[in-house]
Every structure is written in structure tokens, then in C-alpha cells.
């Protein structure tokens, strides 16, 4: 395992390189679509070999160890460096101020501090295997796609934007490599040089296009996630100084035994879920994710499922059992479920495509924080199934929103009326999508239900009442927002037929995420009890039924209705001639269904629009009073923990 761990992280990196120089473009495709295979056959193997030896969690060390820690600590330097160089450039010296100091802090500490044990440096567990799984098959999907969308982006659609799709794909194996050594790595100072590589891959990125709003979005990403890069750089620290130990375990189990009143055990699991909560762009931190949107749709894709966000979660749900009924815990449950609500809100008032994708992303993020939160086994069994149902759908979503704006001009919700009779195959790819954001019996409903469950059982009365209001009215808009756009997909259309305009290689990886969301439902049963009870044993040391077999029996039934029904109508009519019915239009119907004779005589064309209440739940009326509520949780926290760990 160590071997094939080793060659996991090093190969994208290695061969983020290929792209970089290849400058001919179907040779640099094919680079691209072998780097990606072989990413994916990499991640899915070495899984199936730990799956098959047992599935016991390892604890290891890299070879050649000490040439690797030389590698991680030059390469925080470089980073820095690189970091100040681009602040000084564009006079932002609060970010080179952000950087320094964490990188100079943990560095000095490393060389200079109290002698360290000898302890492993890195993991490979249950919750390894599912995230390695995410990035390996979800992350090459969306390298493949990106090919494709990236030709048509310049070739076709963006002529003056400068043609720098070398760097682009070379960036996305840059993020492969950085994810597979983040979710590894037992050590802090490790994980901490994966943790800045995301940093600064995803500010590149959203810069891709180099606009001055490009600019702007991606220093804003930077300078939140080297906030929460310092928060990383303090554990680390105390870590070092206080107990003696860089390692991730230590520092969780440290805070298990102690309790949650030894507040010097729980400073470190702060300041990591601080640095999470950044990752993660949750409130008051969600601006950058939401200004990642002015990047092409596959950095969109890869950011929000496979890479960066989920980052953010997976530091999350490693501390969840040092956070049970704590101050950190209620921290972190807060700021998720206030996010959650305020998110799904925000998502209800734009018509932006992608932008309403951005806020159901931070929504549904907020929820996996608040499970993250308690700490409970049947939180996290709802909080890694949100991650993998999330990971699948979202990147399906933004690959799907990406191909319909290429092909109709635009992604605003409003014009998608009648996408179903235009264009059936987006149309069906961005239904399956959708429906696996709220229907069910797709992960996201059924993860939505374990954890209200949890929540009702928790023990601290005012965390738990919070914690159902916030999972019932999210719940709630979160049915709204999604409801509105399916109906925009199957309602009449008064657009002629075009060309669909999307590559074949782009439907290869929607079709193929169609394929697993399906599978996934198919499949719950057994991904319950293989995969997510052992990781509960492994985390929790019980093994605990969340769902009946009676409610999964109940949830086959339910994809019947969902998948079966239609289709055995479709075969049902098919050939058969539809007739039009003429329907009622406030007036005299002129024979289209779309235009008709008002009572005053005066000719009128219909027009459907959704309902938005921006005045209700508008970004400028509510947006900055949740930045506020957010930051008035997060500083008084913070405050509690950091007060009682210097007394």
C-alpha cells in the first residue's frame, strides 16, 4: 500500500507536467484523457486493494520519508514566495502578510522546536477510501470533460480570451495530486503543504480568464483560505510546543480523552476547524466560493465536488470525535446549519445557473458541517453520504449547465423553458441531477432524514432545537429553488430546435455521472453496510443500523416511481402521435398555446417566469446581516476556546 499511496500522490504531479509543454492541441488532448485514465484506474485499484486485504486502517510512512519532508517544507517556501511575489504585484500585502506567517511559524517550529517522536506520517482508513474514490473517478470525469468544454470555450465562444488551456489541464492534475496527498497525510506539516497547493491552484484558476474580475475573485478566494491556512498554522504550532507531536491522530485523540473542558486539547481541533470552515466556504467565508463562478465550468466542477470544498469537509468529519458536545462542536453545527439556511435561501432569489449552483453547493456543505458538528455516528453516517451523493451530482450539475449555456447562449434558469422537448439528453442528464439534490430516495433526501434524526437525539438541548429548525426550513427552500428550475426543464418551449453544440467527450463524462448517481441509489443498501458501518466502528468503535432494512426495502419502491414508471410510459407511447390541447390563456387562445387575444381585444404573448422574492430573500437585502451573524458566532467561539486555553 505504501507503494501505490506514493505513486498515487506523485503520478498527477508528475504528469501535470505533459499538458504543461504540449501545445499541439489533439496531442495534448490525448495526454490529457490517458493522464486522466490512468488517475482513475490508479485510485480505483489502489482502493480495491485495501478493500480486499481487509479494509484495516493502516498507519505508515512514506519512503523515503525524510527526502519527502525536505520536498514539503522547500515547496511551503516556494508557495510563500510565489504568494508574496503576486501580493506585492497587485498591492495586496495582506495576503504575502497571511502567508508569511503561516508558512514562517510552523517551519521555524519544525527545525528549531522540541525534538519529535517518530510517528506516521500518513493514513489510510474508510474515509480515505471513499475520498480517494471522489477524486480518482470524479476528478478524472471532469479532466475529460474539460477537454472538450475548454477547445469550444476559446474556439468558439471566447476568441479573446488568451488560449492558455495548456496551464488549465495542467492544473487540474496539479489538484489530483494535491487531494490524494491531503486525505493520506497523518501529518500536519504535510497535510498543511497539500492544504496551501489547493490554495493557490484554485486562485490561478479562477483567475484563468484575467479580467479584473477574475483578479478580484481569485485574490478574495486566496486571502480567505490563507486565513484559514493560519488557523492550520496555530495547531500545528501548538501541537509542536504542547504536545510534542505533529500528528493529526494525536491531536484528535488528545481532545477525545481530555473532555471538553481541558481547553488546551481543544485549541488545535479549533483552529483546524477554522481552517476547515474557510475551505469549506461556509458563512461569513462563502464569498469566494461564490466568486469562483467567473472560472470556465470545469474549475466550477472540480472545485465544488472533488477538490478544494470537499477538503474542507473531509478535516471536518476526521474531527468530528474530538468536537461531541464541546465548544468547537457547537461551533462548527452553528455556523453549518445557519449556513444551510442561509445559502438555500439566497439560491431561491437567483436565476443564474451556476450561481444557484454556488449557493446550493454552500447549502449543502453548511448541512455536512452542522452532521460534522455533533459528532455523533448517525451525523456522519449522514455526513459522508452527502458527500458522496454531493460530489456525484454537483459536478454532473455544473458539467450540464456548462454544456446547455454553450449551446443555447446563456444559463440563466429563464431561458431553459422546455430544455426536455429541445434538447432531451441535457435535459435528462440535468433531471437526474437535480433529482439527486432533493427527491427520493436519491442519498441527499435520506442523509437530510438520518440527520434530523441525530439531532433530535443530541444531548444538548438549544444545539439541538437550532439544529432542526435550521434542517426543516432549508429543507423547505431548498424544495423550492430545485422545484422551480424542473419545471422550467418540462414546460412548453418557444424555441425552435437547434444543434446541440456539446462534444461527445463532454456527454461521455455526464452520462457516465448519470450512470453512478443511479448506481448509487441501486447500490445503497450495500454501501451502508460495507462501507459506511465500518467507518463508523473505525471512528466511533460501534456499529450502529441508521436506516431499516423495512426503509430501504421502502426506497427501492420510490426509485421504481422515479425511473421505472416513465419509462415503461415512454415505451408505452412511443410512435405515438401527441395531440395539442389548447389551453386557457386569460383570453382567446390563438392555436399555439403561446400567444392569445386579451378581453380589451389587444393581442398578447404569454410569458412564464418563476417567482424569485428578492425583496424577501435577496443577496442585498440579507447578505451582509448573515456575514455578520455568522462572524458574531465564529469570534465568540473562538473567543471561549482560545480564552480558556491561555489561563
Known amino acids: 500500500m505504501e507503494t501505490l499511496v506514493t505513486a498515487l500522490i506523485c503520478f498527477p504531479f508528475l504528469w501535470a507536467i ?275 463562478m467567473v472560472a470556465p465550468t470545469p474549475s466550477s466542477a472540480l472545485l465544488h465536488s472533488a477538490t478544494m470544498v470537499k477538503a474542507g469537509v473531509y478535516m471536518l468529519i476526521r474531527l468530528s470525535p474530538a468536537m461531541a458536545d464541546n465548544y468547537v462542536g457547537n461551533m462548527v453545527a452553528l455556523i453549518g446549519g445557519f449556513t444551510f439556511v442561509a445559502a438555500s435561501c439566497f439560491a431561491i432569489t437567483v436565476s443564474d445557473g451556476k450561481k444557484v449552483l454556488a449557493y446550493s453547493t454552500i447549502s449543502n456543505l453548511g448541512l455536512i458541517v452542522a452532521c460534522t458538528g455533533c459528532g455523533y455516528e448517525e451525523t456522519i453516517w449522514a455526513a459522508v453520504f452527502l458527500v458522496i451523493f454531493h460530489a456525484v451530482s454537483k459536478s454532473m450539475l455544473f458539467q450540464c449547465v456548462g454544456a446547455i449555456e454553450t449551446t443555447i447562449g446563456s444559463r440563466d434558469v429563464e431561458q431553459m423553458q422546455g430544455l426536455m422537448s429541445i434538447f432531451p439528453k441535457l435535459a435528462f442528464i440535468l433531471m437526474v441531477g437535480i433529482a439527486g439534490m432533493f427527491l427520493a430516495p436519491f442519498g441527499m433526501l435520506i442523509s437530510k432524514w438520518a440527520a434530523l434524526k441525530a439531532f433530535i437525539d443530541t444531548s444538548s438541548v438549544y444545539v439541538s432545537t437550532l439544529m432542526v429548525l435550521f434542517i426543516c426550513f432549508g429543507s423547505a427552500t431548498t424544495m423550492f429553488y430545485w422545484t422551480k428550475w424542473m ?85 408505452l407511447t412511443k410512435g405515438q402521435s401527441g395531440k395539442q390541447v389548447i389551453t386557457y390563456m386569460g383570453g382567446a387562445n390563438a392555436g399555439d398555446n403561446f400567444n392569445f387575444v386579451s378581453s380589451t381585444g389587444d393581442p398578447k404573448e404569454m410569458e412564464i417566469s418563476n417567482f424569485y422574492m428578492e425583496e424577501a430573500f435577496g443577496e442585498k437585502k440579507l447578505f451582509t446581516p448573515a456575514i455578520m451573524i455568522s462572524s458574531f458566532i465564529l469570534i465568540v467561539y473562538l473567543i471561549i476556546v482560545v480564552g480558556g486555553a491561555l489561563q
Open 18 to 292: 505533459l499538458p504543461a509543454v504540449i501545445h499541439n492541441s489533439k496531442r495534448r488532448a490525448f495526454t490529457v484523457y490517458l493522464g486522466c485514465a490512468i488517475v482513475m484506474v490508479l485510485s480505483v485499484f489502489t482502493a480495491v486493494q485495501w478493500f480486499l486485504a481487509g479494509g484495516q486502517t493502516l498507519d505508515f510512512r512514506l519512503p523515503y520519508q525524510q527526502v519527502f519532508g525536505e520536498i514539503f517544507m522547500w515547496g511551503d517556501i516556494f508557495l510563500m514566495c510565489f504568494i508574496t511575489y503576486l501580493s506585492y504585484k497587485h498591492n495586496r500585502l495582506i495576503i504575502a502578510f497571511l502567508s508569511i506567517i503561516s508558512t514562517v511559524v510552523p517551519t521555524v517550529l519544525e527545525k528549531f522546536g522540541p525534538e519529535l517522536g517518530i510517528r506516521p506520517t500518513m493514513r489510510f482508513d474508510w474515509l480515505t477510501f471513499i475520498m480517494v474514490l471522489i477524486i480518482g473517478v470524479v476528478g478524472s470525469l471532469i479532466g475529460i470533460y474539460a477537454v472538450g468544454y475548454m477547445h469550444g470555450f476559446h474556439i468558439h465562444h471566447h476568441k479573446e480570451v488568451t488560449d492558455r488551456r495548456s496551464f488549465f489541464l495542467s492544473m487540474i492534475f496539479v489538484f489530483f495530486g494535491a487531494m490524494f496527498g491531503l486525505v493520506t497525510s497523518a501529518n500536519l506539516l504535510g497535510l498543511y503543504f497539500f492544504w496551501e497547493i489547493t490554495s493557490v491552484t484554485s486562485f490561478l484558476l479562477i483567475g484563468y480568464t484575467r479580467t479584473d474580475e477574475a483578479i478580484n475573485n481569485s485574490f478574495k478566494a486566496l486571502w480567505m483560505n490563507l486565513l484559514g491556512g493560519c488557523g492550520l498554522a496555530v495547531a500545528i504550532s501548538v501541537g509542536i510546543v504542547y504536545f510534542h507531536t505533529a500528528n493529526l491522530y494525536d491531536l484528535i485523540a488528545a481532545a477525545e480523552k481530555s473532555g471538553a473542558s481541558d481547553m488546551i486539547c481543544l485549541l488545535p481541533i479549533a483552529m483546524l476547524a477554522f481552517a476547515a470552515l474557510t475551505k469549506s466556504a461556509q458563512f461569513p467565508f462563502s464569498g469566494w466560493l461564490l466568486g469562483a
Open 487 to 571: 419545471s422550467k426543464i418540462l414546460g412548453a418551449s418557444k424555441r425552435e430546435k437547434s444543434r446541440d453544440l456539446t462534444k461527445k467527450n463532454e456527454y461521455i463524462s455526464m452520462f457516465f455521472h448519470a450512470f453512478m448517481m443511479i448506481s448509487l441509489i441501486l447500490g445503497f443498501p450495500w454501501l451502508s453496510e460495507h462501507v459506511l458501518k465500518p467507518l463508523s466502528n473505525d471512528m466511533f468503535g460501534v456499529v450502529k443500523q441508521v436506516i431499516s432494512y423495512e426503509n430501504m426495502v421502502i426506497m427501492i419502491v420510490l426509485l421504481c416511481g422515479v425511473f421505472v414508471i416513465p419509462f415503461i410510459n415512454y415505451l
